[in-house]
């Protein structure tokens, strides 16, 4: 489980350097907690409101030092 893996990988660091726990929902988070294959093409990722609002860039710049581009499409 590959993209499972990578979610940890991610929560870890999220919790360690943002100092939050990241939700995994989506077809991923399901079928984590189902154990039905949804063959999940990415990992659905919830973080705290004020992340995307008011330290967005500092959590760009942790997904960019984990290696992701985070693009905003809204901005």
Known sequence: ?????????????????????????GSLGLEKVTGVKFSPQDIDILVPLTFLEEKWNIFK????QLGYELIDLHG
């Open 1 to 25: 489980m590959i993209l499972y893996d990578e979610f940890i990988k991610i929560a870890k660091n999220f919790n360690k350097e943002l100092d939050i726990i990241p939700v995994l929902y």
């Open 61 to 64: 710049s942790q997904i960019e």
